[in-house]
């Protein structure tokens, strides 16, 4: 079993910046996808970004290409998302999610196992 609590959800102007964490516990050996996912008001949850722990390949949204910035710390078993130049429609529940199978086989939020109870971005215009 992992577990993932997620930190640093806030409010920003737009223009603004936030970092996300998300500490990892448990059989953490066992993780080899992580990812950040968003779920606005009334919309589907959607993939924010994802990485390979081993390794370091990222791939993001285009909505934050160039914005958002993915990262690890392995010796923590952290997870981050550094958020520029924020914007209005990047308001929403932002959750960390991991799982034991590598990112290639996992297509949608459905397939990863284990997730965090989510930390709230709000940002203003």
């Known amino acids: 079993q992992v577990q993932l609590v997620e930190s640093g959800g806030g409010s920003a102007q737009a223009g603004g910046s936030l970092r996300l964490s998300c500490a990892a516990s448990?059989?953490?050996?066992?993780?080899?996808?992580m990812g950040w996912f968003r779920q606005a008001l009334g919309n589907e949850r959607e993939r924010v970004a994802r990485?390979?722990?081993?390794?370091?390949?990222?791939l993001y949204a285009d909505s934050v290409k160039g914005r958002f910035t993915i990262s690890q710390d392995s010796a923590k078993s952290t997870l981050y998302l550094q958020m520029n130049s924020l914007k209005p429609e990047d308001t929403g529940m932002y959750y960390c999610?991991?799982?034991?199978?590598?990112?290639?086989?996992?297509?949608?939020?459905?397939?990863?196992?284990?997730w965090g109870q989510g930390t709230q971005v709000t940002v203003s215009s």
């Open positions: 448990g059989y953490t050996q066992s993780i080899y996808c």
């Open positions: 999610a991991a799982d034991p199978q590598y990112c290639y086989y996992l297509s949608s939020s459905a397939d990863f196992a284990y």
């Open positions: 990485i390979t722990p081993a390794g370091g390949a990222t």
